[in-house]
Structures are given as structure tokens and as C-alpha cells.
């Protein structure tokens, strides 16, 4: 792959196993907007981005190279050598061929926290339309302004710009009974009891210990923050979806969601994130176990 910039954009050239519409759309992130084919807005870290494909090529618009080295590579996960998971992946259970065959540009991203787990607090109980619309109902309340091109693009709000935000102000936003849960996660989050950089560094078990101890927070959306904002790649989120997937797979009747889990982590191991997001999106898109 090149990498260089070029007219006040970043273009990443021969880029392997990477499709901008299967990463944005696997159900992993949700502060997108999609222009047209292969060509989206997108806001993460505080930061927008107009990103477009044509074929193995990525353009990053108005965009810098010390913005990309900073941001956006370790976003879009550039340097992992997916090619290679892919293969592991298959060697481990040729079962899985199907799903990375069809969903091959799929990349884990690596998504501001304080966002990620929020928008997965929003997520239990929804669909993945109605999770975009209150991730960009929040962002227009409560978030700041960027000017693009003289148009006002509003980023999610920060920890800080929340903070006073009352239950019945969130419910405003059609959050529901999810208010509470995004109130105590806030309160946590400013007040240093949830602290990222200490997630990062606990370990899988103990960070699912804290992360839980949000209220309304449980394992599935536990599993989705720490695989998608803190890195732990080896995680295997189970929503009814999964389950239904690997109950189609490996099961003659239904399972628990905890065997599920331990399947996973026994048979994927350090690939689990991985062979989860292959298996949820083509599961998804083909209606399996439904």
C-alpha cells in the first residue's frame, strides 16, 4: 500500500481488505452518513471526515498526513494485516470461508470511547436507523459546531457537555429507558470511576467487571466497547443476531449465551473480535437462524 497526500487529500493507494461500505456498515459504528456509492461523512474523535473508495483506493478529503497519522490510520486500522487474520481465520474452522468471502473489506475500528459506549447504551432494544438518528439528535443538541465548506457539522457531545444534561432532557432525544443508563455513565465517565486509559490496561475480565458496573450496561454492550474503542480484539459480543448465527453453526438446539461465548474464545481465541464481525454482518444480510 502508498500512502501520500495529494491536493489537500490523503489517498491511501493498493490498500488490501479494505471496503468503506462494509466497515461503516457492519453494525460497529453509528455517526455515518452515506453520500453515495462508497462515499461517506463520518465523525469520530471530535473530528469529521469525508471519506470515498474507488476500488483499492481510499481517499481521505481535506485531509492532512500528520491528521491521518495521528487519527485516522490507527482509526481505520490500517497497518493490521487483515489478509493474514483472514486466512488464520479460515484454518481454524473452513466454516467461516463463506462469511469473510462475502464481507472481505471488513476492518475493526478503533472508535473514540466516551462515544462507543454511549451509542452502545442506545443500542439495546433498537435498530441500527434508530441508533443513528438519537447518536445524531444528541450530537445536534448537545454537541459542538465544525464549519465544512460553509455547511455546520455537529460532532458528539464530550463527557464535559453532558454532564448536566437532566434524564428527562435525554429522554427528549428518544432515548427512553435507556435515559438513566446514559445519566450514570456520563456521571461516571466525568467523575474519573470509568477511566479509559485504566480499561485499556486491567485486562479483559476485570474491564467487563467495570464496564458493567454502569447501570443498564451488561455483557453484550460491554463486549462491544471493548471491542471496538479499548482493543481488546479477542472479545465476542452475543446479541440475539449471534446467537442465533452460532447456534446455526455449531449448536443442534439452542445455547446459552455464556457457552456461546466460551465456544468462541476456545475455537477463535485471539480472533474472535474478527470472526464475530464476519459472522454477525453476513448472518445479518442473509436473514441466518432468523
Known sequence: MKCFEKEGNVILENVEAFDIEEILECGQCFHFTKLSEKEYELINYGRYLHVSQ??????????????YERVWKNYFDVERDYNDIKHKLIDIDDRLTTAIEAKPGIRILNQDFFETLISFIISQNKQIPHIKKIVHTLSDRYGSEVDVDGRIIKLFPTPEQLKDVSEDELRECKVGFRAPYIRDAVVKVVSGVIDENELRSIGAGECMKRLMSIKGVGEKVASCVMLFA??????????VWMKRIMEYMYYDSPAKKEDIVALASEKYGEYAGYAQQYLFYYGRENGIGK
Open 54 to 67: 474507488i476500488d483499492k483506493n481510499v481517499i481521505l478529503y481535506k485531509t492532512d498526513m500528520e491528521t
Open 230 to 239: 479499548l482493543g481488546y480484539r479477542s472479545t465476542f459480543p452475543v446479541d
